[in-house]
């Protein structure tokens, strides 16, 4: 329950900024209303709240506000969290890896593979890394054209070749 009313402040919270900003910049009250997706009355709500006065001096100062040093700190100990049960859930994932149903197993073996990256089907998108021998070199540029040359060695045969079939037999035996 904790953790919902937390969430709910901070979008309020973060509601109240964005609006403190918007004022800060001169916007009309009409136009930050229609940004939040606000009516005016609700924008007109939000402005009471007493921690909006502390926000619109805040944004104004520059100065982080100790609810926002406390929203970090909570934000801060949610990925620490996360990171301490990375270790639990590759336990789980190795422990479903061994497990006896079929499914469960391929599964499993599937996470597994998808987070390791190089035997897996995971589509990148980007440059290749050092790893994979990186981008763009030197040796890559040989092979290009050396493959060049292969096809241009090709259609010059398969020139010869058509020459070769415009010329009429000697004689009309057919071997």
Do not use: W
Request: proline share 2%; glycine share 6%; aromatic share 4%.
């Amino acid at each position: 329950m904790a953790q919902t009313q937390n969430t709910k402040h901070f979008k309020h919270y973060i509601r109240m900024a964005r609006a403190a900003q918007l004022e800060a910049a001169l916007y009309k009250d009409s136009e930050i209303a229609e940004f939040l997706n606000l009516s005016l009355a609700g924008l007109a709500t939000l402005k009471q709240d007493p921690e909006y006065g502390r926000i619109r001096i805040a944004v104004r100062t520059g100065v982080v506000t100790d609810a926002e040093e406390e929203l970090i700190q909570d934000q801060k100990y949610k990925y620490e969290r996360l990171r301490n049960m990375v270790p639990l859930a590759l336990q789980g994932l190795f422990d479903a890896a061994r497990s006896s149903n079929e499914h469960v197993k391929v599964k499993a073996c599937s996470e597994i593979l998808d987070r390791e990256g190089t035997l897996a089907k995971v589509s990148r998108i980007g440059l290749a890394t050092d790893e994979q021998g990186g981008v763009g070199t030197v040796i890559d540029d040989e092979i290009a054209q050396n493959l060049l040359e292969i096809k241009k060695i090709q259609a010059e045969r398969a020139k010869d070749k058509d020459k070769d079939a415009e010329i009429p037999p000697v004689t009309n035996t057919v071997q």
